[in-house]
């Protein structure tokens, strides 16, 4: 008898330890990063809400801005590969900052584990009330004749800002000036301030200022106009066929992360995704729910770094 209490006794004890050091077993630190107000933050926040009630324990949103967001994919890329520590990466620091600087502390593909995509969208070239265009045609010859001071904002050196920007200048010759920020959000308040002309902007930020008539729509990003806004055309339609520059954010883990961990957050992040009230309010601020397997993930990663390692080239985009 003595003799099977105490076997009893070891096997609540292992049963206890091991759910103890399962996942999750504490809080949950989603990292974007950008400052908040931009898109990569206001996506987080709205998933990071449903996922801490369906994963039993707070998601904190943690805003690791810096480096066109290269700062937070390294901090996860070295984090505890225990499934507590989760990236809503972007464009820029997944696909296109390999390709720009030398010696980046991270390889997102060996140091980073693809769980789903989470949104894609187009982007919006905008202006503030004072420039005076309306159209794609009047921003290019406005920028042409003021001789390469007309200024373009964006998240940051890579990001999907700043890579439609360099793509439009590369196909239509306009000579316009970009300049970095350490987010969306901080873009957004210099163009309402008139410090910079212009932003190749989320929907999300550039939308309230749309409706407020603080700011001015010029084109979108994608092939096709968006059903957020569809009276805005794209670039293709403006003048420059062919023309296509989809913004995406996707989430990613360190690499070691066991595969039951990985594969428990796709599965709840694939049903956060398809709740229709995750969609309404991710579809309100103009970005299209995009769930997907773990194996689509790393194909579209490995794809758009190929692509954005051609763009890279031959714009001469560097880090400095």
């Not at 967001?69 to 464009?91: F, Q, R």
């Not at 187009?122 to 045609?137: K, M, S, W, Y």
């Not at 397997?293 to 490995?302: G, V």
Request: with cysteine; glycine share 10%.
């Amino acid at each position: 008898m003595r003799i099977l209490i105490a076997a009893l006794l070891g096997a609540l004890f292992v049963a206890g330890a091991a759910a103890q050091g399962g996942f999750p077993s504490r809080p949950i630190t989603m990292v974007v990063g950008f400052a908040p107000g931009g898109g990569t933050d206001t996506a987080a926040r709205i998933i990071a809400k449903a996922a801490s009630e369906a994963l039993g324990q707070p998601v904190v949103v943690d805003n690791r801005a810096g480096a066109g967001g290269n700062i937070a994919c390294e901090l996860v890329a070295k984090a505890a590969p225990d499934g507590h520590t989760i990236l809503l990466g972007s464009v820029g620091p997944l696909t296109v900052a390999p390709h720009m600087i030398k010696n980046l502390p991270y390889d997102p593909l060996k140091d980073l584990a693809p769980v789903t995509m989470a949104v894609t969208f187009a982007n919006v070239l905008v202006v503030h009330d004072e420039v005076p265009v309306r159209t794609l045609a009047e921003y290019v010859k406005l920028a042409n004749e003021k001789g390469g001071t007309l200024t373009y904002g964006s998240s940051g050196i890579g990001g999907a800002g700043h890579l439609s920007g360099e793509l439009f200048r590369m196909m239509s010759g306009v000579n316009i000036v970009h300049v970095p920020y350490k987010g969306g959000g901080p873009a957004m308040q210099d163009l309402l301030g008139k410090q910079i002309a212009s932003i190749f902007a989320t929907p999300i930020s550039a939308g309230p200022h749309i409706k407020s008539g603080r700011i001015r729509a010029i084109a979108v990003t994608s092939l096709q106009r968006t059903g957020f806004m569809p009276d805005v055309p794209t670039i293709a339609e403006s003048g420059y066929a062919g023309f296509e520059a989809t913004n995406w954010y996707a989430y990613v883990l360190p690499a070691k992360t066991s595969n039951e961990i990985v594969e428990r957050w796709n599965r709840e992040l694939v049903k956060i995704l398809n709740d229709p009230a995750v969609r309404a309010a991710l579809l309100a601020q103009g970005m299209e729910p995009s769930p997907s397997s773990r194996e689509a993930l790393a194909a579209t990663i490995k794809r758009e770094y190929d692509t954005w390692a051609r763009v890279v080239k031959a714009a001469n985009i560097t880090a400095n």
